[in-house]
T-cell receptor, first 112, second 119 residues
Framework: QQPVQSPQAVILREGEDAVINCSSS?????VHWYRQKHGEAPVFLMI?????EQKGHEKISASFNEKKQQSSLYLTASQLSYSGTYFC?????????????FGTGTLLAVQP | DAGVTQSPTHLIKTRGQQVTLRCSPK?????VSWYQQALGQGPQFIFQ???????QRGNFPDRFSGHQFPNYSSELNVNALLLGDSALYLC??????????????????FGEGSRLTVL
């Protein structure tokens, strides 16, 4: 039931791009993306809703394939501040208000 | 505008004891969710409170209980602590939505968490 993320970890140089994937075995209404820096609380990045609506970050984009129950987060021209662990959170239709099921996480390290 | 505040930040308990964690949601938010995050893992949903009632519950035993007060603040209680309960407990606040289609469209604001160590 927990979404699976890939890759588990990625190391980048500043300015490089990265893609983080999130895959669920259940039908989804929305996918949420959060970033958590070490020792800090998760911080909201983006929401993708069924039907195509997106709300979120200016410099980070994402896609949501409803049929495949998959989402991808695109980090372009990465900055040192992008380092952290990225989690996708999924919400299904059946009365699951704000009940996010978080994925396994992807550790991103951006080096100078 | 204060964000989500949690207390205590760290605590150490022994097996069999009971613990209460507290959370004050972001100003204007009426819904509080609790998550357990083990080291190196994603947050696991425990339950959610809205209008002083438990609205959703994850796969956690009855040892985990909660409460929401009229001012929207919340408590998480864990009884008969086990070593495996050691984790970071995160509180997240949001705006609740009523209606027949209870699908999530809201951002969660997380607190810094309460780090529980069970010895």
């Amino acid at each position: 039931q927990q979404p699976v993320q890939s890759p588990q970890a990625v190391i980048l140089r500043e300015g490089e791009d990265a893609v983080i994937n999130c895959s669920s075995s259940k039908a989804l209404y929305s996918v949420h993306w959060y970033r958590q820096k070490h020792g800090e609380a998760p911080v909201f990045l983006m929401i993708l809703l069924k039907g195509g609506e997106q709300k979120g970050h200016e410099k980070i984009s994402a896609s949501f394939n409803e049929k495949k129950q998959q989402s991808s987060l695109y980090l372009t021209a990465s900055q040192l501040s992008y380092s952290g662990t990225y989690f996708c959170g999924t919400a299904g239709l059946a009365g699951a208000t704000n009940k996010l099921i978080f994925g396994t996480g992807t550790l991103l390290a951006v080096q100078p | 505008d204060a964000g989500v505040t949690q207390s205590p930040t760290h605590l150490i308990k022994t097996r069999g004891q009971q613990v209460t964690l507290r959370c004050s949601p972001k100003s204007g938010h009426d819904t509080v969710s609790w998550y357990q995050q083990a080291l190196g893992q994603g947050p696991q949903f425990i339950f959610q409170y809205y209008e002083e009632e438990e609205r959703q519950r994850g796969n956690f035993p009855d040892r985990f209980s909660g409460h929401q007060f009229p001012n929207y603040s919340s408590e998480l209680n864990v009884n008969a602590l086990l070593l495996g309960d050691s984790a970071l407990y995160l509180c997240a606040s949001s705006l609740g939505r009523t209606g027949r289609l209870l699908a999530n469209t809201g951002e969660l604001f997380f607190g810094e968490g309460s780090r529980l160590t069970v010895l």
